[in-house]
């Protein structure tokens, strides 16, 4: 066995929205187009289908689709304190294999995971690395660019989710 190892640098970003965290997430979950797995299932098959079925019909306004959604901040009830919080899987099969064609390590951040929370005040606050300084780390043109394309659709999301 062998193993090597390298440092990466990742910029996390903490977004504080205007929006109290019931209106942010149901926002989100709105705009998000949504993952069909009875479809990506044929790809083998039908790999030009798939393709379309993804750019027509699975991805939302942003071109992000939620993979998945998690309620993290029930768990804490374990502890007694529950929480709203929710992570989320959140990207699309179309554009990772864009990237993954060129490296398929770059399967390792994508889908992209973020989490939202409600704070103190009720607002919420989103968690998550800037896609960028994930894919960016392979040091692949074509990797890097859809990395930076993603910062943009993120916060256009996010920016749409909090939306009044």
Do not use: C
């Not at 209106?23 to 039908?46: C, P, Y």
């Not at 704070?119 to 800037?130: C, F, N, P, R, T």
């Amino acid at each position: 066995m062998s193993t090597t190892s390298s440092v990466t640098h990742v910029i996390h970003l903490s977004v504080d929205v205007s929006s109290d965290y019931e209106h942010f997430t149901n926002r989100l979950e709105a705009i998000l187009g949504r993952l069909d797995f009875a479809i990506l299932s044929q790809v083998m098959e039908k790999p030009d289908f798939v393709k379309n079925a993804i750019v027509n019909q699975m991805q939302g306004a942003t071109e992000l689709i939620l993979f998945n959604q998690y309620d993290h901040g029930s768990m804490l009830n374990i502890w007694g304190k529950p929480r709203k919080a929710k992570q989320y899987l959140i990207g699309n099969p179309y554009t990772a294999s864009t990237m993954t064609r060129f490296d398929i390590r770059a399967g390792l951040y994508a889908p992209l995971r973020v989490l939202v929370f409600e704070k103190d005040d009720k607002k919420a606050q989103i968690e998550y690395d800037l896609p960028s300084s994930l894919f960016g780390q392979f040091r692949i043109p074509e990797v890097t660019g859809v990395g930076i394309s993603l910062d943009q659709k993120m916060e256009h999301l996010i920016k749409a989710a909090d939306a009044k």
